[in-house]
């Protein structure tokens, strides 16, 4: 009996892999098969991503340190990748920061606003032109991005102008993109994420400011269940896209919120 054909690897590019949701999403793709170029800041982090692959013989991983604010690191990223893996055939666009925390919007420096714009938005627009690129030009042609969004790309927190900002901009990036990927079989999807539990939402585990004023703890769920979302995203033909999809803690104060 002959046995069954063994489906080619795919391939993905994961930006933020050092940790929280970035590491989660790696990790569940390199469980699932896929080779991964883990993209990030330090590569000392991106190492331990790595090495938490359970399995030996797992797909391959690169690590990569990246900045995603700077054109060159990110060519270089995807030079390498491509090296590499050859096809390219996702990429989730994660990498990000909050910023400065409880910084009324009269107080916030212009360098850190423009911190957050360049990380948050000038990033992922970067990576997403690189692997457009990449995605037109290979054969088969195609491939699918996935951008991390927010619950505050539809209701901010106190205090949060810049990250709301850049969130917000990130929607409006998700729909062009999606719309100019149609004639080369480019799907790109968001994903809004409410809580997961990652170093980001510590706080929110002592008290978090509300739209009242009061502190509040919040609840979070785990980042093993975005990830998952993420490859069903992910795995699915590209006939097939999930345009929007919000995860989020089930009794976190979002619906309602303010």
């Not at 590019?13 to 800041?41: D, H, K, N, P």
């Not at 690129?133 to 209701?155: D, F, T, Y």
Request: overall charge neutral; some cysteine; proline content about 5%.
């Amino acid at each position: 009996m002959n046995a069954e054909p063994t489906a080619p690897s795919k391939n993905a590019v994961v930006t933020g892999a050092g940790s929280g949701i970035g590491r989660a999403v790696a990790l569940e793709l390199l469980g699932a098969g896929w080779s991964v170029a883990l993209a990030g800041r330090r590569e000392e982090t991106l190492r331990e991503t790595a090495s938490l692959v359970s399995d030996p013989a797992a797909p391959r991983t690169l690590c990569l340190r990246t900045d995603v604010t700077s054109p060159d690191d990110v060519t270089a990223l995807f030079d390498a990748a491509a090296d590499r893996f050859g096809r390219l055939d996702l990429l989730f666009n994660n990498a990000g920061t909050f910023g400065p925390r409880g910084t009324p919007v009269e107080d916030l420096d212009y360098a850190e606003w423009r911190q957050v714009v360049d990380t948050n938005l000038n990033g992922a627009f970067l990576c997403a032109q690189a692997a457009f690129r990449r995605m037109r030009e290979q054969r088969p042609q195609g491939g699918r991005i996935i951008n991390n969004g927010s619950v505050s790309a539809h209701v901010p927190r106190p205090h949060s102008v810049a990250y709301t900002a850049t969130k917000h901009a990130l929607t409006g990036l998700t729909k062009s993109l999606s719309l100019d990927g149609r004639p080369h079989r480019i799907a790109v999807g968001q994903i809004d994420i409410g809580n997961a539990a990652t170093d980001m939402t510590d706080r929110m585990r002592s008290g978090i400011l509300q739209a009242n004023g009061q502190l509040a703890v919040e609840p979070v769920m785990d980042a093993a269940d975005v990830a998952r979302t993420v490859r069903h995203m992910a795995e699915l033909p590209l006939e097939a896209n999930v345009q929007f999809a919000t995860v989020l803690a089930t009794t976190m104060p979002y619906v309602g919120r303010g």
